[in-house]
């Protein structure tokens, strides 16, 4: 669905950290949130998914005005650098976990968990729990949790982080894939400037509470809009 920020904005304690803040994320499209660390990122997504409420503005998905709703009702989506999976639960009951909590049937829960773990190549895990799993395997599960009540809106922060250079690079492939096939919309949030440009349909910039820039990877590098974002972007890869 059609997410937008519109003069978003959020302070802590009377200290803004974001002001004014717009954003759009067009259905189906997954948009990077790149920036430095402490630029507002994470806070950005909270306020989207309802665990921060805004001082200001609206977020709407598919035109509608969702800054008052709870977080339960806002069908989000969140995948965090730490995965966070349940350690007493099975791979299958994590996954069901959300539909349990909407009351879903058995046999709906079951074909919608056996659904999503053939989607995301995790059929073969159902029956372990968290420990048992490598790094990579426990972000597939956490994945498969986010995705399977269908959200609104997918909201990825620094997912990859915690994984090592080869199954980083492996995930930035089937995170991307799996964005694609359905089509979800999607933020993902890095301080990696190749993880943005290789897996998102666009870049926003951001510093300091501000979006400086949002272009196509393209784009940005052909015509970076100020000296932030040059710098910030070295060069192409
Ligand atoms: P990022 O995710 O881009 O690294 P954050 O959104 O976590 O940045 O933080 C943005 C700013 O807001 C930082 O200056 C941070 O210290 C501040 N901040 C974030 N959460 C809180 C909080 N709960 N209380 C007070 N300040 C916060
Ligand atoms: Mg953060």
Request: contains cysteine; neutral net charge; proline residues 5%.
């Amino acid at each position: 669905m059609r997410l937008e920020l519109d003069n978003f904005t959020k302070s802590f304690d009377d200290v803004k950290v974001i002001e004014n803040l717009n954003l759009t994320v067009e259905e189906g499209e997954m948009l990077a949130l790149l920036g430095p660390s402490g630029c507002g990122k994470s806070t950005t997504l909270f306020a989207i998914c309802g665990i921060h409420r805004v001082n200001g503005g609206r977020i709407l998905f598919g035109g509608k005005d969702f800054s008052d709703l709870p977080s339960q009702k806002r069908n989000v989506g969140v995948v965090f650098q730490n995965y966070a999976l349940y350690p007493h639960m099975t791979v299958f009951e994590n996954i069901a976990f959300p539909l349990e909590v909407q009351k879903r049937s058995k046999a709906e829960i079951d074909k919608a968990v056996r659904e999503i773990a053939e989607l995301i190549h995790i059929e073969e895990l159902l029956e372990r729990r968290p420990a048992q799993l490598s790094g990579g395997q426990q972000q597939r599960v956490a994945l498969a949790r986010a995705i399977v009540r269908r959200p609104n809106v997918l909201l990825l922060d620094e997912p990859l982080a915690n994984l090592d250079a080869k199954l980083r690079l492996e995930m930035r492939t089937e995170i991307r894939r799996i964005q694609l096939e359905t089509g979800i919309t999607a933020i993902l949030v890095t301080h990696d400037q190749v993880e943005a440009m290789s897996m998102c349909d666009r870049v926003a910039i951001m510093n300091k509470g501000k979006i400086l820039q949002i272009a196509t990877p393209t784009e940005m590098y052909r015509a970076p809009a100020n000296q932030f974002v040059a710098g910030f972007l070295g060069n192409p890869p």
